[in-house]
């Protein structure tokens, strides 16, 4: 059975930074692209960062230059690092794998002052 957990979300003000994690266990992440959504208060689902197995790396233009995807294929974990965020990315952030059904319940990312 796969299990998709993220952490590290939370309460930061506009400005601050976030580091979040996504845990996967039941499959190897290593042949898979990871993606990273979010779904703001409008309950539109948006695509905030993608990572190849290769290693590249696509952001769409909202979140460029402010969030960072990465992965460690040994420990089966994708990351996503923001910085400078802004009350815009208050939102529910999601781990998927590519292509599969799993995701996971998501993590919440509240900015406010």
């Known amino acids: 059975q796969v299990h998709v957990v993220e952490s590290g979300g939370g309460r930061v003000q506009p400005g601050g930074s976030l580091r979040l994690s996504c845990s996967v266990s039941?499959?190897?992440?290593?042949?898979?692209?990871m993606n990273w959504y979010r779904r703001g208060p409008g309950g539109q689902r948006t695509l905030v960062a993608q990572?190849?197995?290769?290693?590249?790396?696509f952001h769409p233009d909202s979140v460029k230059d402010r969030f960072a995807i990465s992965r460690d294929d040994a420990k089966n974990m994708v990351y996503l690092q923001m910085f400078n965020l802004d009350y815009a990315d208050t939102a529910l952030y999601h781990c998927?794998?590519?292509?599969?059904?799993?995701w996971g319940q998501g993590i919440q990312v509240t900015v406010s002052s």
């Open positions: 990572i190849t197995p290769r290693g590249s790396i």
């Open positions: 998927a794998v590519d292509g599969e059904p799993y």
């Open positions: 039941g499959i190897s992440i290593r042949p898979y692209t």
